[in-house]
């Protein structure tokens, strides 16, 4: 592949969506897939599929179709699912604590390894098998387990401030549940998670009688 190629994002968005029915495939033991019968199964018409694929050159054959164990191979090692990453999560509010719950055991590559929070009576804690430490310990913690992104589920008055701490420290990225949006510096990035919005778009999309399926 070559990596001087901007990957659009709305394709890295369907990389995983793809991986995950590639698994299922080969789990079932299937050796081939077309992208008519891929499209079928994610809900993402042939042609975007072909042509999400094609940024990263030729990965099937006209008339055979893609290589199973080959495309979810190579998926594996572009989405990095071949190694674990380790997050931490900073607010073990109801959300908070949603997230240590599930902590993504459906992503065998992903984990919560550090929760973080200013309340003294969750500071210390396991919660959900995570440890909670103290915000005084945030900068440490980060550095001793090389924790380069954060999930971020704090009270939006103070998500500035942490924000610029999480910066100072080194962070790559942010999954950020506040309303508030973030000017960072080059090298960071913040995927911005508000729900009250999707369900609004949702609710939109059914009283309009509108097809507003996420491909």
Do not use: C
Request: proline residues 3%; hydrophobic residues 40%.
């Amino acid at each position: 592949m070559d990596k001087s190629r901007e990957i659009p994002r709305a394709t890295a968005l369907r990389l995983p969506i793809y991986r995950r029915y590639l698994s299922y495939l080969q789990n079932a033991g299937k050796k081939r897939v077309s992208s008519t019968e891929l499209s079928d199964a994610v809900k993402v018409d042939s042609a975007t599929i072909r042509r999400d694929f094609s940024y990263f050159g030729a990965l099937g054959k006209r008339g055979y179709g893609y290589d199973v164990d080959y495309l979810l191979d190579f998926l594996t090692k572009i989405l990095n699912q071949d190694r674990l990453t380790s997050v931490g999560l900073i607010g073990v509010g109801n959300l908070g604590h949603a997230l240590l719950n599930y902590n993504f055991r459906k992503n065998s590559n992903v984990r919560i390894g550090a929760a973080f929070d200013v309340n003294p009576e969750i500071a210390g804690t396991i919660q959900s098998g995570i440890p909670v430490y103290s915000m005084d310990e945030l900068e440490e913690q980060m550095e001793q387990q090389a924790i380069e992104i954060m999930i971020l589920t704090i009270p939006e008055q103070h998500a500035d401030d942490v924000v610029d701490r999480l910066i100072q420290a080194g962070i790559k990225g942010i999954l950020n549940f506040t309303p508030l949006r973030f000017e960072v510096p080059h090298g960071v990035r913040v995927q911005n998670v508000d729900l009250t919005n999707e369900l609004q778009t949702l609710i939109y999309f059914i009283d309009s009688n509108i097809d507003g399926g996420d491909n």
